[in-house]
């Protein structure tokens, strides 16, 4: 998917698109989920390559989430290092419960 902000192309690839349908909360027993936005930004391009997904150690209930400190750092630290610097923490996400 690709769409233009402000003169800046926004790509976002196919695996964060499924990660964001897998943890849509449609039903209402599903929690709140979230995770890091992971990606590449260069000239007027802003890449969005991975989405980090739900720890063990992040707490969520139907209405909350708590993102983990200590693991969000593991995961930014190591797509980081694994990607030569290129990929870099863009952001978080997380879910709402839908109607």
Avoid: C
């Amino acid at each position: 998917m690709e769409i233009n902000v402000g003169g800046h192309n926004i790509i976002i690839h196919e695996a964060p698109l499924e990660i964001l349908r897998k943890f849509t909360q449609s039903k209402p027993h599903q929690p709140e989920s979230g995770g890091i936005i992971l990606g590449k930004v260069y000239d007027n391009h802003i890449e969005i390559v991975k989405l980090s997904v739900p720890t063990s150690l992040d707490k969520s209930s139907r209405y909350n989430f708590e993102r983990n400190k200590i693991s969000a750092q593991i995961i930014i630290d190591y797509e980081f290092l694994n990607s030569h610097g290129q990929v870099i923490y863009l952001g978080e996400w997380h879910t709402h419960p839908e109607n």
